[in-house]
């Protein structure tokens, strides 16, 4: 009896957390387990831990100089890509390109979260992406234009400025 008890808890403290990611920019398991404290949760750090990592929880950056927690899985789509397109907006600071490659400019330390914004778009024009510090250049596939290629940008970030 004790141990349906133990599991029905521990399920609940998952919903909870997942909710508590979803609904919050979280940026450490001590906040997190003051939001699960507030929400009548009473767990360890070693306990939460253990959580985050059975719900395969991540960290994608804040677009500043820090991390908040992320939940993968398709359900998350739509609010991922949120995050994704946030987080390009960001760090960019402008799009050129030639024949079969884009060359974009981001601010200082950003060229990598800008970079997986992009490639987590999944933007069927991109063979792939490198980045540096504050560049990134991504290689457009077989017959794929920049113009076709920003097209295919603002469909899913469209406040981009050209």
């Not at 992320?70 to 030639?98: A, K």
């Not at 792939?128 to 097209?151: P, Q, W, Y």
Request: glycine share 8%; with cysteine.
């Amino acid at each position: 009896m004790q141990k349906d008890n133990l599991l029905k808890e521990r399920t609940s403290r998952l919903k909870a957390i997942k909710k508590l990611i979803k609904n919050n920019r979280i940026k450490s398991q001590e906040e997190l387990l003051g939001l699960l404290t507030n929400e009548g949760y009473e767990v360890t750090q070693a306990t939460l831990s253990r959580d985050l990592k059975l719900l395969k929880v991540g960290k994608v950056s804040d677009g500043h100089a820090g991390y908040v927690y992320t939940l993968p899985g398709e359900d998350d789509r739509g609010e991922s890509e949120e995050i994704f397109v946030q987080d390009f907006m960001r760090g960019y600071v402008s799009i050129e390109w030639n024949d079969s490659t884009v060359v974009i400019k981001t601010f200082s330390g950003q060229a990598n979260s800008v970079a997986n914004a992009l490639d987590s778009l999944n933007l069927n024009e991109i063979l792939g992406t490198v980045a540096g510090d504050n560049c990134i250049f991504a290689s457009l596939r077989k017959n794929v234009t920049g113009e076709h290629f920003m097209k295919a940008l603002k469909k899913h970030i469209p406040n981009l400025d050209d």
